[in-house]
């Protein structure tokens, strides 16, 4: 019994991706790369400093990122790495407060896009 118990708790902090299953991935997206992503996101890519710990962001600094509404792209994957890798000019951010490129983190290639896989398994949109 306390086996079963401890699997329940253990799916339901699972990433979103389980209830999708991993055929609806976007081409090149792998479930390591979203577990990756979150770690990422909540450490070395300072990602969770503007958008919060749940990524529900933070009035004033970064925007709600598990919503439905995209500010500065469609959500897509591909979308999300371009965002990401170039940021948001403080005149064109709803907060008035610029995103540097990577989040001003020093992020390698495999990071920035596991991170954006992380970001796009958040919300609705990742079925997109």
Not at 8 to 13: F, G, R, S, T, Y
Not at 24 to 38: E, N, R, W, Y
Not at 70 to 80: E, F, K, P, R, V
Not at 100 to 121: E, F, M, N
């Amino acid at each position: 019994m306390r086996f079963h118990v401890l699997a329940i708790a253990a799916l339901a902090w699972a990433s979103p991706l389980i209830a999708q299953g991993t055929d609806s991935l976007p081409a090149g997206v792998t479930a390591a790369m979203i577990g990756d992503g979150q770690k990422t996101y909540a450490g070395p890519g300072l990602c969770s400093a503007c958008h919060g710990p749940q990524a529900k962001g933070i009035n004033g600094l970064g925007p709600n990122l598990t919503d439905a509404e995209w500010l500065h792209s469609n959500g897509t994957y591909d979308a999300l790495v371009a965002q990401i890798t170039a940021g948001v000019p403080a005149n064109k951010s709803k907060s008035g407060v610029a995103m540097p490129p990577k989040g001003g983190a020093a992020l390698t290639d495999a990071q920035l896009r596991a991170v954006a896989a992380y970001v796009w398994s958040l919300g609705p949109r990742a079925t997109k």
